[in-house]
């Protein structure tokens, strides 16, 4: 089993419409916990932090559930700039000096 | 604001040929981070860094080597490249242990030929 799982999409979604995107982690011990966004060709750009009691930034919503070791992203009145791959990350075995990186989940948003 | 530099950008070699990638950070963070990046794949942790003068194993180490000489600079060589790491470099760093998240640069593409 990976230690983080992402559905790999691509998720085709038209502009305006809400997106959820999830994320398993096999580490019952982690403690930090992130969204990235990445473009084609470039490098991953922090997206946002997940806190216990979930948060909000703008149009994106980010929640984390403990006991089921799972992650979601949520996504409300998409863009078109949204379109990029995103990644689900979480700190691995041995504290906070290793993240590790799910394979991502690409999203298409067209006109 | 430079943040984390990496070079060189673009780089060919032939097998068996040796060459080094330079990071550098002007944050004076304390962990610093390389992974490659294939198709299909996640980040993959190569070595990593949790201060100057030291260094860490990480998930695919074989046939790379680092160095942290100096806090703002970690290096990655390739003794002896192989057609394997042909990939997307990327160089990454954060402050020290805190629940912080970590800053990439903008990537080296190295191919093997």
């Known amino acids: 089993r990976k230690e983080v799982e992402q559905d790999p999409g691509p998720f085709n979604v038209p502009e305006g419409a809400t997106v959820a995107f999830n994320c398993t982690y096999s580490?019952?011990?982690?403690?930090?916990f992130f969204w990235y966004r990445q473009d084609c060709r470039k490098e991953p750009k922090l997206l946002m932090s997940v806190y216990s009691s979930g948060n909000e930034d703008g149009r994106f919503t980010a929640q984390l559930n403990r006991a089921s070791q799972y992650i979601s992203l949520l996504i409300r009145d998409s863009k078109l700039s949204d379109s990029a791959t995103y990644l689900c990350v979480v700190n691995g075995a041995g504290g906070y000096n290793k993240l590790i990186f799910g394979a991502g989940t690409r999203l298409a948003v067209h006109p | 604001n430079a943040g984390v530099t990496q070079t060189p950008k673009f780089r060919v070699l032939k097998t068996g040929q040796s060459m080094t990638l330079l990071c550098a950070q002007d944050m004076n963070h304390e962990y610093m981070y390389w992974y490659r990046q294939d198709p299909g794949m996640g980040l993959r942790l190569i070595h990593y860094s949790v201060g100057e003068g030291t260094t860490a194993k990480g998930e695919v180490p074989d046939g790379y080597n680092v160095s942290r000489l100096k806090k703002q600079n970690f290096l990655l060589g390739l003794e002896s490249a192989a057609p394997s790491q042909t990939s997307v470099y990327f160089c990454?760093?954060?402050?020290?242990?805190?629940?912080?998240?970590?800053?990439f640069g903008d990537g080296t593409r190295l191919s093997i030929l």
């Open positions: 990454a760093s954060k402050y020290g242990i805190s629940n912080q998240p970590q800053h």
């Open positions: 580490n019952s011990a982690s403690q930090s």
